[in-house]
């Protein structure tokens, strides 16, 4: 069964610090790109962060350029996002998505929800 | 960056209403256009990916069109089922800028 499934999310102060896993299996992992989504409470979808299958392109948002960062484990089959000087505004649900140009955004993990506030 | 607007926000519909979402880009994505469909509390699902491709084990009720920079998300006969959040998304291999969300309520 293909799967994937976030760790790390809490509640932190706004300046704090973050790191978010993703465990994936059921497929060949460094076959696809990867991807972080967030959505906060009663708003839409917004992409934050992705990578490619070996780590060679990655991109950010600008709302979290510079803050964020992405990494990918290909041996562990793993997914992570570093978030570093958070926001009350990054508060959200982070979804993990398996991302390919063949097919979009085709799996989503369940998200872990990360809430940032004093 | 390119911005994906679609069209409406809301929708008021009924059962057996046929329903049209609209997405437009702020520039040429060729088909690289996704539609999701959300629920309450659950992860988005993916219906449709490259403008027109519609996903294994998705009613058939669901089409997609366009290219460019307009596509369309039609519902050819609304079922119970489908009162939810809809998006539209320009993606590559690893990013995607999604649109708002179009919300279907029953009428």
């Known amino acids: 069964e293909v799967q994937l499934v976030e760790s790390g999310g809490g509640v932190v102060r706004p300046g704090g610090s973050l790191r978010l896993s993703c465990a994936a299996s059921?497929?060949?992992?460094?076959?696809?790109?990867m991807t972080w989504v967030r959505q906060a409470p009663g708003k839409g979808l917004e992409w934050v962060s992705g990578?490619?299958?070996?780590?060679?392109?990655?991109g950010y948002a600008d709302s979290v350029e510079g803050r964020f960062t992405i990494s990918r484990d290909n041996a562990k089959n793993s997914l992570h996002l570093q978030m570093n000087a958070l926001r009350d505004d990054d508060t959200a649900l982070y979804y993990c998505v398996r991302s390919s140009a063949r097919d979009g955004f085709h799996v989503w993990g369940q998200g872990t929800m990360v809430i940032v506030s004093s | 960056d390119i911005q994906m607007t679609q069209s409406p926000s809301t929708l008021s519909a009924s059962l057996g209403d046929r329903v049209t979402i609209t997405c437009r880009a702020s520039?040429?994505?060729?088909?690289?256009l996704a539609w999701y469909q959300q629920k309450p509390g659950k992860a988005p699902h993916l219906l449709i990916h490259?403008?027109?491709i519609l996903e294994s084990g998705v009613p058939s009720r669901f089409s997609g069109s366009g290219s460019g920079t307009e596509f369309t998300l039609t519902i050819s006969s609304l079922q119970p089922d489908d009162f939810a959040t809809y998006y539209c998304?320009?993606?590559?291999?690893?990013?995607?800028?999604f649109g708002q969300g179009t919300k279907v309520e029953i009428k």
């Open positions: 990578i490619n299958w070996n780590g060679g392109s990655i």
């Open positions: 059921g497929f060949t992992f460094d076959d696809f790109g």
């Open positions: 490259k403008a027109s």
């Open positions: 520039q040429i994505i060729g088909s690289w």
């Open positions: 998304q320009q993606y590559n291999s690893y990013s995607g800028t």
